[in-house]
């Protein structure tokens, strides 16, 4: 089968990180077309250097990396130091990138991308707010129709909010942009924290990305070291969610997933619940499934293929 072609739109982030090895590791199922840096977890600045970083520890400084809107839509940045650290890429030493950003905005790279290939031919993967999306669909609502498929991470519905009791970050840093994705009519696929809350690292799976002897090993294994503190911490258990290779995982093999079409509203109005992804898992609404939501991962497969993946780089 031919790869199929993504764009990942990203703020990196440790987990943003292993997504795009997962990808850049992955070529007979993936193409890569660029990568769209947005402000999330650490500021524009530090997202768009984390994301050539990644791309040269992959050995792949070919990939077109574009930087994208440093602000939501409506509101002020809210980041995420306390979990990834002040550079967003924490923990090993990295060495600055020499591959340069591309000239040009990221919205324009996303709606030029999905303009020149053919309709239905191109999958958006964002791993952060939906700033770089929804800024793209109002400046040119001609590419809503042209997208495959949105397969983003973001939301919670039983496993509630990772920022507030009910928002997950990246929605939550920017719940306008996500409101205008979830109602834009492209077919979606949502991991939430129900999905990554179950893909946690531990000793045995960070000591299998130690054990590749490889650069790429060992950087994964120490970012998955700084990355656990915090969530050990928090959550109490061994280890951390690595949350948006789920993404990528699920264009690979996506029967280590299970889910169901449902509605999903973001919540925009109230302060106290705002960006709760409001999810009528049970169907009690008449409100049309706009959403694949996932709610089940195979862990022991999803981190066998990860390894498997970081393995060749
Ligand atoms: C999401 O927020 C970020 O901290 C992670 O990179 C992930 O995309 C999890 O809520
Ligand atoms: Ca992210």
Redesign the pocket.
């Known amino acids: 089968m031919t790869p199929r072609k993504i764009i990942i739109d990203t703020?990196p982030?440790q987990?943003?990180a292993f997504a795009i090895l997962l990808a850049l590791g992955s070529p007979e199922d993936v193409d890569v077309l660029g990568i769209t840096a947005v402000a999330g977890?650490v500021p524009l600045n530090w997202t768009e250097r984390n994301a050539r970083i990644v791309c040269e520890l992959a050995g792949r400084a070919d990939i077109k990396v574009y930087a994208g809107c440093d602000r939501p839509l409506k509101r002020k940045l809210v980041t995420?130091e306390h979990?990834?650290g002040k550079t967003g890429l924490d923990g090993p030493v990295m060495v600055e990138p020499t591959m340069a950003l591309q000239p040009g905005h990221a919205v324009d790279f996303i709606i030029d991308t999905l303009r020149r290939e053919p309709a239905g031919t191109v999958t958006l993967c964002p791993?952060?707010p939906l700033t770089n999306i929804a800024t793209a669909f109002q400046k040119a609502p001609d590419v809503v129709e042209r997208i495959q498929q949105i397969v983003l991470?973001g939301g919670g519905c039983f496993e509630g909010g990772?920022i507030t009791p009910v928002a997950?970050?990246?929605i939550f840093v920017d719940p306008e942009a996500a409101d205008i994705v979830f109602r834009a009519g492209v077919p979606l696929v949502v991991m939430p924290?129900d999905v990554t809350h179950k893909a946690l690292t531990t000793k045995a799976r960070v000591a299998a990305f130690r054990a590749l002897g490889t650069n790429v090993g060992r950087v994964a294994a120490e970012w998955a070291d700084f990355f656990e503190r915090f969530d050990k911490e928090k959550y109490g258990s061994e280890g951390a969610p690595l949350?948006?290779p789920c993404v990528i995982a699920w264009l690979i093999r996506p029967e280590l997933f299970t889910g169901r079409r449902v509605n999903v509203t973001v919540e925009v109005q109230s302060e106290l619940t705002m960006g709760q992804t409001v999810t009528d898992w049970w169907g009690v609404t008449d409100r049309a499934p706009n959403a694949l939501f996932m709610g089940g991962i195979d862990a022991d497969g999803f981190f066998a293929l990860l390894t498997e993946r970081l393995g060749r780089l």
């Open positions: 703020d982030g987990d943003d977890n995420a979990v990834h791993l952060g991470m990772n997950e970050f990246n924290l949350h948006d």
